[in-house]
């Protein structure tokens, strides 16, 4: 493939037009390639079947389509399955799909390892390799749904922006893959079945509000204080919670959903009823919910799984003050596909050593 080339994936469909009049081609062309780049998943031009190939020949003389393939499945005793995606260029990231007994999550990425390092996460022992494209993001989806077919018999339900990488550091792509995923013109899943999830990029919050996004969001919190949370996210140094709160609100008094807090309970750390008081007062911001996450181990870790008897003292404290609530147990773990587990172990990307702080 030419350096000079373009990915086609980044042309809107107007520009799209544009280049199909100068080639002398009708408007209705466009929207021909459009739906096979988008909707029907078109792995190269000669995919496009219904295509002249004088336009497909004009189309690769100058573009290129950044489709992801499947490199690699491991799947779990529980049926979840962990995916492998190898890019145009050579990098891997991973997705995993978890059925339960009436959905099918799609947990999937938003870059190729992660700058943010937080301490309990094995993808953020990987240095960040790149952004993944719209188009990337997109095809994970889409071949996901095709997975859930065939190993379940079921389309997706639900999609969470859940794996490698900090989505809001990836801001642009990420909307834009959100969008074709939601479109008539895409996959049309509906976005209120999305859900972004963030370390917390206060600004870019602010932004999702002001771009008035439909899919959901959810803050990956995990401790409800300063000086707990930035002990195991570096993050919080520079996004303290009273930041994040001022940019949560302001995306709820402009969308008007509900955001969800992501806390891991860890054993010893954030398991207590002291814990649980300070996740009440600032849930008190905003309509919200909170799911509590199993914590799952990673090599070398310094955490554990906090006790059942803790976890469930944990929840009934926060369902006594009327706040939603949600144990989520975690799934995949024997394939590392659990939640802070996915740090392509099949060796497409060296796993670094990072030297963790307590």
């Known amino acids: 493939m030419s350096n000079t080339k373009i990915n086609i994936r980044n042309l809107s469909f107007d520009e799209l037009v544009e280049k199909l009049i100068e080639i002398g081609e009708k408007k209705f062309r466009a929207k021909q390639v459009y739906e096979w780049i988008w909707k029907k998943g078109a792995r190269s031009f000669a995919d496009m079947h219904n295509v002249s190939k004088k336009i497909t020949e004009a189309l690769e003389a100058d573009y290129f389509l950044d489709c992801l393939t499947i490199s690699d499945e491991q799947r779990s005793n529980d049926g979840t399955i962990k995916v492998a995606f190898k890019s145009f260029d050579g990098h891997i990231t ?9 959905r099918v999550t799609a947990c ?9 390092a937080c301490t309990f996460c094995a993808t953020g022992r990987l240095k960040l ?20 077919e065939e190993a379940y018999g079921q389309k997706l339900t639900n999609i969470v922006l859940m794996g490698m990488g900090e989505p809001l550091l990836n801001y642009k792509n990420v909307v834009q ?18 859900t972004l999830s963030t370390a ?24 409800a204080n300063d000086k707990k949370r930035s002990r195991i996210m570096e993050i919080n140094d520079t996004n303290s919670l009273d930041i994040i709160a001022e940019s949560l609100i302001y995306f709820h008094h402009k969308t008007g959903s509900r955001v969800t807090f992501e806390y891991i309970i860890f054993k010893d750390f954030n398991d207590t009823l002291k814990d649980a008081r300070e996740l009440a007062n600032f849930c008190k911001n ?30 009934d404290f926060l369902e006594s003050l009327n706040i939603i609530v949600h144990v989520r147990r975690s799934r995949g773990k024997d394939i590392d596909a659990a939640c802070g587990q996915l740090a392509n172990k099949n060796g497409a990307i060296e796993l670094k050593d990072r030297n963790l702080k307590s």
Do not use: W
């Not at 390799?129 to 859930?148: H, I, P, W």
């Open 94 to 102: 991973e997705g995993v799909l978890i059925p339960t007994e009436n």
């Open 108 to 116: 999937i990425s938003s870059q190729v390892g992660c700058s943010l």
């Open 129 to 148: 390799m790149r952004n993944l494209s719209a188009g990337e993001v997109y095809d994970q989806v889409f071949l996901l749904t095709k997975l859930s």
């Open 177 to 194: 893959g959100c969008n074709m995923i939601s479109s008539p013109d895409g996959l049309g899943i509906s976005p209120r079945r999305i």
């Open 200 to 223: 917390g990029i206060a600004k870019m919050i602010t932004k999702l509000g002001d771009d008035g996004v439909k899919f959901n969001l959810a803050l990956s919190l995990h401790a």
């Open 286 to 315: 905003l309509p919200v919910k909170v799911n509590i996450i199993e914590y799952n181990p990673i090599d070398s870790g310094i955490y554990e799984q906090a006790d059942p008897e803790k976890v469930d003292a944990f929840a």
